[in-house]
């Protein structure tokens, strides 16, 4: 039975996944995980131009980021079927389904903060 593939260099590569040993080495204080909760196109890559992550997640799939990365920008292209979480506390989607958002910065801290969450819909007036 094929087993969803967690591991970030396994996904970069598309290669067989590693074992539990080798995910739980990336497993850590801060540890980040995109977590797709319906079919999300995803990129993952340093500030610095390097893609680690570019492909669509499925519902259900995750995505650890790996331990010790900095400078890490994600877009997605279903911000509301995109959710991250750290240290196993996840948050609120990234905003509305469909919705596209770019180079959110992979930052513990400020995903913790909530400084990634989407911002509220502008007010908008309507013709009467």
Do not use: Y
């Amino acid at each position: 039975r094929a087993r969803t593939c967690t591991h970030a260099s396994a996904v970069a590569r598309s290669t067989i996944c590693p074992g539990p040993d080798t995910i739980a080495m990336v497993s850590g204080p801060g540890q980040i995980v995109l977590r797709a909760t319906a079919d999300a196109w995803v990129q993952v890559r340093a500030r610095s131009g390097g893609v680690l992550l570019n492909r669509v997640l499925r519902g259900g799939e995750t995505w650890p980021v790996p331990a010790g990365a900095a400078d890490l920008l994600l877009t997605t292209g279903n911000a509301g079927g995109t959710v991250l979480e750290v240290d196993g506390v996840a948050t609120p989607p990234l905003g509305a389904d469909g919705a596209v958002r770019r180079d959110l910065p992979l930052d513990a801290a400020a995903i913790r903060a909530g400084k990634l969450a989407a911002a509220p819909p502008s007010a908008v007036a309507r013709q009467p």
